[in-house]
């Protein structure tokens, strides 16, 4: 199975910026459709962003459609959740999935459609 990996988390202030970095191993990024999952202190885990297994495709949720950018790089097999504009409402800690799966549309928005996981990298955001 794949290994995914998290980096790029930090302390910012509003309206700062942060890359993070999902590094695969094990089996090629290629193969999955990635995601982007965060969850903030006594909230549930929400969707974030997705990208499909060519990485011509991208899905954000509204909340931050505009200000946050998912890519991916197959060759370096590490996908990338670049956070701009950020306020105190941004913070969490920051997932990346992956799934192998081909489901119906729009389920890429559902945690439970992902097979692999990091271990999450935090993002706070002061005012």
């Known amino acids: 199975q794949v290994q995914l990996e998290e980096s790029g988390g930090g302390l910012v202030q509003a309206g700062g910026s942060l890359r993070l970095s999902c590094a695969a191993s094990?089996?090629?990024?290629?193969?999955?459709?990635m995601g982007w999952f965060r969850q903030a202190p006594g909230k549930e885990r929400e969707f974030v962003a997705a990208?499909?297994?060519?990485?011509?495709?991208?899905y954000y949720a509204d909340s931050v459609k505009g200000r946050f950018t998912i890519s991916k790089d197959n060759a370096k097999n590490t996908g990338y959740l670049q956070i701009n504009s950020l306020n105190p409402e941004d913070t969490a800690v920051y997932y990346c999935?992956?799934?192998?799966?081909?489901?119906?549309?729009?389920?890429?928005?559902?945690?439970?459609?992902?097979?692999?996981w990091g271990q999450g990298t935090q993002v706070t955001v002061s005012s």
């Open positions: 990208i499909s297994r060519s990485g011509i495709f991208r």
């Open positions: 094990g089996r090629p990024l290629s193969n999955y459709l």
């Open positions: 999935a992956a799934t192998g799966r081909i489901g119906a549309s729009g389920y890429y928005i559902d945690e439970n459609e992902y097979e692999y």
